[in-house]
């Protein structure tokens, strides 16, 4: 009888497809104007996890006629958990030590990332994969929360394919395809297109899991079942393309493997340069890109598998050959490694998820990760893997005398020396107080000093004002509010969250700030609309739009409708770096002076540009020092400083 070995060698061409993936990914999460679809490496790995494990588990079932669940789950533990673990300890250490304020809320995403369900929490609890405004330090640990859930269910569906469906091989094949598709159709059929907002703003956009409300595209983006149509199919194809059966194929060297493999390859390059990122802004706001859920999954799976089936062929030269040179076959084994540490690397230098790294930060913390990597690899990954664990159980157990005591004491001295870091990174995790951070913390502070001029002119914080100003006397800081229904506002300010930082400082100087977090640039016109149906347009109106979305100039010029008797609109250009809406609407915006002569622009782009000490550190929402400078340049550019 032939040991699994003999029918499942090594296949080195697969470490190749894993090494481009992951770099893929990883130039995505530097920065996603560089390879705007890269995050599509992730559903590569689907598919060959999908088939590598298959194959595995039917080389087993050949050779014993079972599955043992137990070696099954053992042999994954051993290769997944170490990394992991030492990863999620390594990102509570530092953030005890240099990041504390973070730690209340890293405590949910890591109990999640340990117990490999990372994907469903972040679904459950709302806090979007998207947010581009977060310090997400494990956020990536979704898809490996994927992997181990398939990993889980996996090797039952093998056992009982091995004990009543092995000469129904073919059938089961079709099945599991047949399976995949109809999870695309299914992700398809539930993907909702159109704006997305908030669930009163877009019920639509919002669906019922276990009585819980949940994002739609978090929900089919994140989600086990929506993202198994890759591992099904790998696992369709596992059943055909068995390389132990290969070897006897009669095909011989076809140069159709390597044409097939090479389609494949640029098929995927291409939807990772051509396709767009899953969520963007565009004029109407935030929306789902819709190509990727109807159809663009499964488009790539077939390329994956189209991929993956020449480059395991032996009648595949080229593709093979090319993906086997030792550059990629190195990088390849230590993808899962890679993968894990490049994105706490990432995010503990530029803090937040949406920032794009510059070409020289982005090598110089490759570098970092790929030796954090290699650390992790030789001394971690390998010797577990390797059975070090239980070597070093055994041998602890047996009695120590002389010179071997003396070892064995010193090994116990130190283990618990490095054991004080862990305890006090887990002990500050354990009882840190959940809070804001430092930007979060602005915004909502506030709110209360904002107007809500669509609805009824009541704050957006909720109270029954529909303005707010600010005083200090004798000391002490003053609130006053002043109903607005009926009156002519004579500052009006329109905004986002960049604005809404600066609420405070703005209502100080006499404007009336309708700013909230996330808004569309369009909908400066349903209150432009708004404000002049009810005569209440004064002398001045501010727009500073497009944090979020690209404005088009048939909107800016509809805008410009209802404003035509204003005597100031004063439009201010944004800083939203690593997006490319940001040169395109400051471009539209500087237009609009030579069309309308009652605008005039305040150049916000080039000022944050040259004082970034003024920004955050997402390098857009402004600093209390800032925001002093940010009010005093709109009062000037109005004449009213």
Avoid at 137 to 162: G, N, T
Avoid at 375 to 385: A, D, I
Avoid at 444 to 454: A, F, K, P, Q, R
């Amino acid at each position: 009888m032939n040991k699994r070995s003999d029918l499942l060698t090594y296949i080195p061409s697969l470490d190749g497809i894993r090494a481009l993936s992951v770099l893929a990914v990883i130039v995505y999460h530097a920065n996603k104007l560089w390879l705007p679809g890269g995050f599509l490496g992730v559903e590569v790995f689907f598919v060959i996890s999908g088939y590598l494990i298959t194959l595995l588990l039917l080389a087993e079932s050949e050779k014993s006629g079972t599955v043992s669940l137990k070696q099954f789950w053992l042999r994954r533990a051993r290769r997944l958990l170490p990394a992991l673990w030492v990863v999620v300890l390594g990102v509570v250490v530092f953030a005890a030590l240099f990041q504390r304020e973070i730690l209340g809320t890293l405590r949910g995403d890591v109990v999640a990332a340990l117990f490999y369900g990372f994907n469903w929490f972040q679904i459950w609890v709302g806090t979007s994969y998207f947010t581009s405004f977060e310090f997400v330090p494990l956020r990536h640990l979704w898809s490996l929360a994927v992997e181990e859930q398939f990993y889980l269910i996996w090797p039952i569906v093998m056992l009982v394919v091995a004990k009543f469906g092995k000469r129904r091989l073919p059938i089961v094949s079709v099945v599991f395809f047949g399976a995949a598709v109809a999870l695309a159709i299914y992700t398809g059929a539930v993907y909702q297109p159109g704006t997305i907002s908030t669930i009163g703003d877009t019920p639509e956009q919002f669906m019922s899991l276990f009585g819980q409300s949940v994002s739609r595209v978090d929900f089919l983006f994140l989600g086990t079942l929506t993202r198994s149509s890759g591992l099904l199919l790998g696992a369709a194809l596992a059943i055909w393309w068995r390389p132990w059966l290969l070897q006897n194929s009669r095909a011989g060297a076809s140069k159709l493997f390597d044409v097939v493999g090479f389609g494949g390859l640029v098929a995927l390059a291409l939807m990772m340069w051509r396709f767009q990122t899953v969520i963007e802004g565009t004029d109407a706001g935030t929306v789902g890109y819709d190509l990727l859920f109807q159809g663009g999954f499964f488009l790539t799976d077939v390329a994956s598998v189209a991929l993956i089936a020449a480059a395991v062929h032996p009648g595949s030269k080229v593709i093979a050959k090319t993906l086997s040179n030792p550059v990629l076959v190195w990088l390849g084994r230590r993808s899962y490694g890679f993968y894990l540490f490049h994105w706490p690397v990432f995010q503990f230098y530029r803090r937040f998820a949406g920032q794009g790294l510059t070409p020289y930060e982005f090598v110089v913390l490759v570098l970092l990760a790929l030796a954090l990597t290699e650390l992790s690899f030789r001394y971690v990954e390998t010797p577990v893997r390797q059975g070090a664990l239980s070597r070093w159980w055994a041998e602890f157990r047996q009695p120590a005398y002389g010179a071997q005591l003396v070892r064995r004491q010193r090994r116990i001295v130190l283990v618990a020396l490095a054991s004080v870091l862990p305890v006090f990174g887990f002990v500050s995790l354990a009882t840190a107080r959940v809070a804001l951070d430092e930007i979060a913390q602005n915004l909502s502070d506030n709110e209360g000093n904002t107007v809500d001029v669509l609805g009824s002119g009541q704050s957006v914080g909720g109270d029954a004002t529909s303005a707010t100003t600010v005083t200090t006397i004798a000391g002490q800081v003053v609130t006053a509010t002043t109903s607005l229904d009926g009156q002519v506002i004579d500052v009006l300010a329109i905004g986002d969250s960049v604005m809404l930082g600066a609420a405070n400082v703005l209502t100080r100087r006499g404007v009336t700030v309708d700013a909230m977090k996330s808004r569309p640039y369009r909908q400066a016109l349903e209150i432009a609309n708004f404000m002049k149906s009810v005569n209440r347009l004064g002398s001045v109106v501010i727009i500073h739009l497009g944090t979020n979305n690209t404005v088009d100039e048939l909107t800016l010029d509809e805008i410009m409708v209802p404003l035509r008797d204003v005597p100031l609109v004063l439009f201010v250009t944004v800083h939203v770096p690593s997006e490319v809406r940001q040169s395109t609407n400051n471009q539209r915006i500087n237009e609009l002076p030579a069309k309308y002569e009652n605008v005039k622009v305040l150049d916000w782009y080039s000022v944050a540009l040259a004082h970034p000490e003024y920004l955050y550190s997402d390098k857009i929402h402004i600093r209390p020092e800032g925001q002093k400078i940010y009010a005093d340049l709109m009062m000037q550019a109005i004449g009213r400083p």
